[in-house]
């Protein structure tokens, strides 16, 4: 049975930093390219940072010089460095893993940033 566990968000000053964590289990994590999704009220889900199998990294716009994506495949973990967070990140964030054709998803863990 695939699993896909976030954790680390919560409520977070404008300016602060979060690091969120993704940890699987039932898949062979290393071969799989593994991203950040996020999704606000009333607005589709995007995604923010992706991360491959090799390591190649790839960015949203929006988040870019702000956010460090990261994987662990010791510890079948992916990470997500946030930092000079503004009110406009707040949404839930999701952990996918995707291997052609498919993928799997996580649950989700909100992210608030407000004073």
């Known amino acids: 049975q695939v699993q896909l566990v976030e954790s680390g968000g919560g409520l977070v000053q404008p300016g602060g930093s979060l690091r969120l964590s993704c940890a699987a289990s039932g898949i062979i994590f290393s071969i799989y390219v593994m991203g950040w999704y996020r999704q606000a009220p009333g607005k589709q889900r995007e995604l923010v940072a992706s991360?491959?199998?090799?390591?190649?990294?790839n960015y949203a716009d929006s988040v870019k010089g702000r956010f460090t994506i990261s994987r662990d495949n010791a510890k079948n973990t992916v990470y997500l460095q946030m930092n000079s967070l503004k009110p406009e990140d707040t949404a839930v964030y999701y952990c996918?893993?995707?291997?052609?054709?498919?993928?799997?998803w996580g649950q989700g863990t909100q992210v608030t940033v407000s004073s």
């Open positions: 996918k893993a995707t291997k052609t054709p498919g993928g799997y």
């Open positions: 991360i491959t199998s090799g390591g190649s990294r």
